[in-house]
Nanobody
Framework: QVQVVESGGGLVQAGGSLRLSCTASGLTGPVGMGWFRQAPGKEREGVAC????????YYTDSVKGRFTISRDNVKRTLSLQMNNLEPEDTAMYYC????????????????????????WGQGTQVTVSS
């Protein structure tokens, strides 16, 4: 049975930093993993995704240069370092994993979409005050 658990959310002022962590157990195979977020009244979106060995990554445009995704396959953890946070980053953040990720050219993770993910955590709230 797969279990995905997030931690690390909280309240921070604009310009501050937070680090989200996710522990995933029960996963097998070359799974891709990622962080997604959903703000009130908006659709869930892919924030960042990473392949099994970290070769392929994806970042949504609004977080490029501010967020960094990483994973430790030995510890079975996924992290998202979020710097220079903005009020627009306020959302529920979810960790997710997919069994059969796809990759585009140039080291890009090609399937960082909610519909591609097979396993989800319960989410952790991130609130950025102005």
């Amino acid at each position: 049975q797969v279990q995905v658990v997030e931690s690390g959310g909280g309240l921070v002022q604009a310009g501050g930093s937070l680090r989200l962590s996710c522990t995933a157990s029960g996963l097998t195979g070359p799974v891709g993993m990622g962080w997604f977020r959903q703000a009130p009244g908006k659709e869930r979106e892919g924030v960042a995704c990473i392949s099994q060995h970290g070769i392929n990554t994806y970042y949504t445009d609004s977080v490029k240069g501010r967020f960094t995704i990483s994973r430790d396959n030995v510890k079975r953890t996924l992290s998202l370092q979020m710097n220079n946070l903005e009020p627009e980053d306020t959302a529920m953040y979810y960790c997710a994993a997919e069994d059969f990720p796809t990759y585009a050219g140039g080291g890009v993770y090609g399937s960082c979409l909610p519909r591609s993910m097979n396993y989800w955590g319960q989410g952790t709230q991130v609130t950025v005050s102005s």
